[in-house]
């Protein structure tokens, strides 16, 4: 059952077994897989859909490096995030959870193997199979792979999840669940703690219009995301002056995610080649992106961090593809005169347009266009850091929570790492005859001239880490946040180090992981 609480009909105070505090991925693979014999409530401070314009509730302050990810990178809603992400889906690599002597603060307190069974029922819950994410994909689409000699660097193949919107693929049936309960437009504003400050007793939500109410349960999952999480522990501090899970002052540290740029230029005459290798390829509703990933022996022998990146295409003006999306983008502003012109100077390329998505359809790879130019693009992991942080600020949202405050840097050894990355795919292209890559020159100028370069993708992490002591982390290896016994935490807070992978795949099999925990302990004999 899904409730508006803003409605006058609908109750202010509630009581379950497990109180899932919001509805993105980590929110929605809870709230189904925990569920049964428990009563699930997911409380989500948005609505159905998100908010049309800019969402006051997400603004944020960042400091020292440009971050757009406050607002792009997340959404009100149900279904959180999801509503915005394009649904890629890639493994941990093993070196990922170890501890790197070159790395500081690196290392889970779990093994890839304790992931590993999740890791299976999350790619079969997300729609993807068994996916191999490596070289042995091209095969399936009747290409080879072209020699790449994975001393440094290797192929890694994202798989894209056929739905990515968590609301539009499993709404429904989590509406269906007769165990589970929806509220919408219910803003979590307060966790209440007993005068131990070790046991929740509540939590305080508010909706527009200032209906206020609670919610009680046995257990509550905190899944707002690597920002929300921290911020909302750090402003529950009634009882605790540092707020929850704080006494060592590690909440909101760690902030991580994946600092993105082009890195370099390939000269070459072999662009179709190029194109062809790496263009996206689809079959039975899965698409897999192609991309190179350094290898794990050359970040042990270079003290790197692990990078991928994917290939990179401009268009010039008059190419096909160019003056399609100029049509596109004409269409969407809906302006007729740029309609009318768009449209002129598509006309010739129409048959060639068609031809290429023929093609596509009956191959499932990507249509190819010629391209004036080729680059490489690097995703690299960040070192766990304690400076860059989550704390809060002095401004407060309309329900009187104070805002989140970002301090987020790029290290050194993350432009090493991505210069050396983009120096070794250079390498390895050269020696395939593909052509010559010339390194981009910010990247040997030092961290200053990065500041206009380096994007952030979104993937916030680290802020409530799991650790195996409370000196070192914010939750245990039950994701329990030390110091209570019934508040858990889901999502990629969790993760100590973040690779360079996109995090969803396992923020889902932490999930599940969590499920199986609250199920056992709570459930009843």
């Known amino acids: 059952m899904i409730t508006d609480f803003r409605k006058g009909d609908a109750p202010a105070e509630f009581d379950t077994d497990i109180c899932v505090i919001g509805s993105g991925a980590a929110g929605f693979t809870v709230a189904e897989h925990a569920s049964g014999k428990l009563r699930v409530l997911v409380v989500e401070a948005g609505g159905r859909h998100p908010p049309k314009g800019r969402d006051d509730w997400l603004i944020g302050e960042a400091s020292d490096f440009a971050f757009t990810g406050f607002e792009s990178g997340r959404a009100r809603a149900f279904g959180g995030a999801t509503r915005k992400w394009f649904g890629q889906l890639l493994r941990f690599d093993p070196i990922d959870f170890e501890k790197r002597d070159w790395v500081p603060y690196s290392g889970w307190p779990i093994t890839p193997q304790d992931l590993t069974r999740y890791y299976d029922r999350a790619e079969k819950y997300l729609g993807v199979g068994a996916p191999e994410y490596d070289a042995r994909i091209w095969p399936r689409f009747g290409m080879r792979d072209p020699g790449f000699n994975n001393a440094d660097v290797t192929p890694r193949f994202t798989a894209y999840m056929p739905q990515p919107d968590f609301s539009k693929a499993y709404g429904k049936a989590l509406e ?166 768009a449209g002129l100077r598509l006309l010739p390329h129409i048959p060639e347009i068609a031809g290429r998505l023929g093609h596509t359809v009956a191959t499932g790879k990507a249509p190819m266009f010629v391209p004036s130019q080729v680059m490489i693009k690097g995703h690299v992991e960040q070192i766990p850091d304690p400076e860059n942080r989550v704390t809060l600020s002095a401004e407060r949202d309309r329900f009187g929570v104070p805002r989140a405050r970002l301090a987020w840097r790029i290290h050194p050894d993350e432009l090493r790492t991505m210069r050396v990355f983009t120096e070794l795919a250079g390498q390895e292209f050269h020696r395939l005859g593909w052509g010559e890559m010339t390194v981009s020159p910010w990247l040997n100028q030092g961290v200053d001239a990065a500041r206009t370069v380096i994007e952030d993708t979104y993937h916030h992490a680290g802020t409530t880490r799991m650790a195996a002591s409370p000196a070192d982390g914010v939750t245990d290896t039950d994701c329990r946040v030390f110091g209570t016994d019934n508040l858990y935490i889901a999502g990629s807070s969790l993760f100590p180090t973040s690779s360079y992978v996109n995090p969803t795949l396992t923020i889902v099999a932490l999930a599940l992981r969590l499920s199986d925990t609250l199920r056992k302990r709570y459930a009843p004999l």
Not at 205 to 229: K, M, T
Request: some cysteine; glycine content about 10%; proline content about 3%.
């Open 176 to 341: 269906a669940n007769p165990s589970v309960d929806i509220l919408l437009h219910a803003a979590v504003v307060q966790i209440d703690l007993d005068a131990a400050g070790q046991h929740v007793t509540s939590v305080q939500i508010r909706a527009d219009g200032g209906r206020q109410g609670v919610v009680r349960a046995r257990s509550f999952v905190i899944c707002g995301g690597g920002i929300e999480n921290a911020r909302l522990l750090l402003a529950s501090n009634a009882v605790m002056a540092d707020g929850i899970g704080n006494a060592r002052g590690l909440v909101g540290r760690f902030f991580q995610d994946h600092p993105s740029a082009t890195t370099g230029t390939l000269a070459t005459s072999k662009t179709r080649i190029i194109q062809a290798q790496f263009r996206k390829l689809r079959r039975a509703g899965v698409t897999y992106w192609p991309k190179l990933a350094l290898t794990e022996a050359a970040q042990r022998r270079g003290k790197l961090l692990n990078i991928n990146g994917l290939m990179l295409y401009d268009y010039a003006e008059n190419s096909p593809l160019t003056r399609a999306k100029q049509a596109v983008e004409a269409v969407q502003a809906r302006r007729p005169a740029s309609v009318l012109r």
